[in-house]
């Protein structure tokens, strides 16, 4: 099936898409065939031209991808809801088997595929006739996750609930990663420490804000495409 990864976070506003792009950056920086595919985005900017898928545009251009936007996203919306409800707005509901073909797509052009999710890991995506979940989508393409959290109050609660969610659903847990962290702060440092010890997973890279580049060894990132 390739080497691949799923990016969930915590919730939304959590730097997801900043430290996805990290991620792919690092990987191709190191030389490695990367990139990136995402199902379904909401709040997309409005153009005269066209909607601009902005995590997609992130990525692709922090990482140097030089995809088209059509590659990089199945569905793009214009109104910042759920996609559940914003394709429901806009008349353009998720098929499940396109989203399947576009990542097959993606997966045969690159050794190391990096695939976003939407918001957190209990996202609809569609909602009506149909339904399907983020978790769905995870499942049906054989996934394992990374989740991404913030570094401050409350984290705790987030990270464990997230994992004990996809732990639930049979959805492997590759690591954590913690955003915003900031060095000598010791509420971060106490939330790192007691993550790891109430989830048993490791986090295994810190990002500063603003942070330019992954601070992890290459192989231990290539280690959760595996």
């Known amino acids: 099936m390739g080497n691949n990864i799923f990016i969930t976070a915590t919730g939304t506003d959590i730097g997801k898409t900043f430290v996805t792009g990290l ?8 030389g490695y065939n990367a990139g990136y595919y995402k199902a379904a985005l909401s709040g997309a900017e ?22 088209t936007m059509d590659n990089l ?9 759920s996609p559940h409800l914003a394709s429901q707005i ?4 998720v098929e499940m088997n396109k989203v399947i073909e576009d990542f097959n797509n993606s997966l045969s052009k690159y050794d190391y595929l990096t695939m976003e999710g939407s918001g957190g890991i209990v996202c609809p ?15 049906e393409l054989g996934l394992s996750t990374l989740i991404i959290a913030d570094s401050g109050l409350g984290t705790i609660n987030h990270v464990v609930l997230t994992v004990e969610y996809l732990k639930n659903r049979n959805i492997s847990i590759k690591g954590i990663i913690l955003n915003r962290y ?3 702060n010791i509420l971060h440092e106490d939330n790192k420490k007691m993550i790891e010890a109430i989830t048993e997973i490791s986090v295994i890279a810190l990002v500063k804000e603003n942070d330019e580049e992954l601070n992890i060894d290459i192989n231990k990132l290539l280690e959760i495409y595996e």
Not at 51 to 64: C, E, M, S
Not at 73 to 81: G, L
Request: overall charge negative; cysteine-free.
């Open 23 to 30: 991620i792919v950056k690092k990987l191709r920086d190191a």
């Open 46 to 67: 409005v153009t005269e031209n066209a909607l601009i898928p902005g995590d997609a545009y992130y990525v692709n251009k922090i990482a140097n991808i030089n995809e």
């Open 73 to 81: 996203v199945s569905y793009v919306y214009k109104e910042a809801v």
């Open 90 to 93: 806009e008349g353009n509901p």
């Open 125 to 139: 995506i569609r909602y009506d006739d149909k339904k399907i979940m983020l978790e769905d989508i995870v499942k």
């Open 182 to 184: 900031s060095e000598g």
